[in-house]
């Protein structure tokens, strides 16, 4: 299955597109150089498909290039970040590492 991750700026999320359709998204905040993220939603339709997973994996990816601080409130993203330490915890600001990387 391929998954296209966009940037919709306008309704502030990043959205997961499958043949065409909105798949999933997560929703965010961008303020000050920090985006948090608070809520990830895959539609029932391609849930356990790995839809979820890319979604995070892209919009952390651009976050990083885009030299951005990710505050991860939703637990799915906090949960991958914890899976994926090496990769993205860094992105997370310093004052907020120790707890998502221990949250369990």
């Known amino acids: 299955m391929r998954v296209e991750v966009t940037d919709n700026t306008a309704r502030e999320r990043y959205e997961a597109i499958v043949d065409g359709e909105l798949a ?3 929703q965010y905040q961008l303020r000050d150089g920090e985006i948090t993220i608070y809520h990830t939603e895959v ?8 839809v979820g ?8 990816d651009d976050i990083a290039d ?3 601080e990710l505050v991860p409130l939703c637990p799915f993203v906090a ?8 990769e993205y915890l860094d992105l997370v600001p310093a004052r907020m590492r120790e707890k998502v990387h221990a949250r369990s």
Do not use: T
């Open 66 to 68: 885009r030299g951005l």
């Open 79 to 86: 949960a991958y970040v914890r899976r994926h330490a090496d």
């Open 53 to 60: 997973s890319q979604l995070v994996h892209m919009a952390l």
């Open 24 to 26: 999933g998204f997560a």
């Open 43 to 50: 539609d029932p339709r391609y849930e356990g498909q790995g």
